[in-house]
């Protein structure tokens, strides 16, 4: 058998590998050592020297090129969680080290979230919730069958990413229209996924609903301007499961200030937590959540048992499902 070794935070260890996924592991792998985290490897150093594959997820060391060095047998990293982004170094990719992660398993939550939060935006939920709060009860003169609703409303998806995908299959059983922005899409592939393509402003102007979902790279930093918010229709809404960076948050808000009408519920904000004076905590049509998309509790043993899964296809010489390669890496969120 392979040797592994388990390399994450005690916490994740504990919630991405639950017993049934634990007890297929030790089966099928030579577990070597105690799981290493970031506080105990420089004592356990010597784990590394026989490992062949590793388990990993969040609270994960870095593998650079001091553990890379040390471990001159590691074949495959199998990580339980979404981004390794910032953890490879290019020493990973020169050793031919398969990298697998469970991204995929992981845009699941955050896809339902974005459905939960598209669906209530266009029913109004939030302004209802700001409105019936401010009077005690129902708003005067409002009259609630004038709210839109979830039918021939059109929602704009900012990036086909797994998420962003995933988001659109979701959306699917609904009568609803999707238009996407993502510049490195063709047309063809874009209408297999039934959406249509349009430029960011265009898909700002024509949108509904707007959910971003675009990695954070340099070349997205700030690409979400004020603008944008500007450009939207009277009581629309805008979604950020992504990252907070891809925004330029004090446009946004300078522009939420001025449209109150419209809302942005935001699960990511830059920096992360929002400074105390915030004016995220001020606006009442700022809707903040602390990065809760994700898999939190019990989603997150999902991830362990997809890479117990994809651990078993790499023994048994099966294609993989989830690898990922240097190029994949590069573009990462």
């Known amino acids: 058998m392979k040797k592994a070794l388990f390399v994450l935070s005690d916490f994740m260890f504990e919630k991405c590998y639950d017993e049934a996924t634990l007890k297929l592991i030790h089966a099928n792998f030579d577990v070597i050592g105690e799981n290493i985290t970031k506080t105990n490897y420089k004592n356990n150093l010597e784990s590394f020297k026989d490992v062949e594959v590793i388990f990993s997820g969040m609270g994960s060391i870095e593998y650079s090129e001091e553990i890379m060095a040390i471990s001159p047998n590691l074949e495959a990293i199998f990580y339980a969680a979404g981004s390794m982004k910032s953890l490879l170094t290019d020493k990973v990719w020169e050793q031919g080290v398969t990298i697998s ?9 955050v896809a339902e979230f974005t459905l939960s939060q598209i669906i209530f935006s266009l029913k109004d939920g939030w302004k209802f919730v700001r409105e019936t709060r401010a009077n005690r009860g129902k708003p005067d003169g409002v009259i609630v069958h004038e709210t839109p609703g979830a039918y021939n409303q059109t929602v704009g998806i900012i990036s086909l990413s797994q998420i962003g995908r995933k988001t659109i299959e979701l959306l699917k059983p609904f009568d609803l229209d ?21 430029g960011l402003d265009e898909l700002f102007e024509q949108a509904d609903v707007v959910s971003l979902h675009a990695p954070w790279l340099p070349e997205t930093e700030n690409m979400i301007t004020g603008d944008h918010f500007r450009k939207m229709k009277h009581g629309t ?17 300078e522009a939420l200030q001025k449209r109150t009408d419209l809302t942005a519920v935001l699960d990511v904000v830059y920096p992360e937590p929002p400074a105390k004076d915030s004016l995220i905590f001020e606006l009442d049509n700022v809707v903040y959540t602390p990065h809760i998309a994700g898999s ?38």
């Open 101 to 109: 992660t469970a991204n995929s398993a992981n845009a699941i939550p």
């Open 178 to 198: 999707i238009i996407a922005y993502d510049p490195f899409i063709e047309e063809a592939e874009a209408e297999k996924l039934g959406v249509k393509l349009v």
């Open 237 to 253: 809404s805008f979604i950020n499961t992504a990252r907070g960076a891809i925004v330029n948050e004090p446009e946004m808000l």
């Open 296 to 333: 939190t509790g019990k989603e997150l043993a999902r991830l362990g048992a997809l890479m117990a899964d994809e651990a078993m296809r790499y023994i048994n010489d099966e294609p993989l499902q989830y690898e990922i390669t240097k190029e994949g890496y590069e573009i990462m969120a």
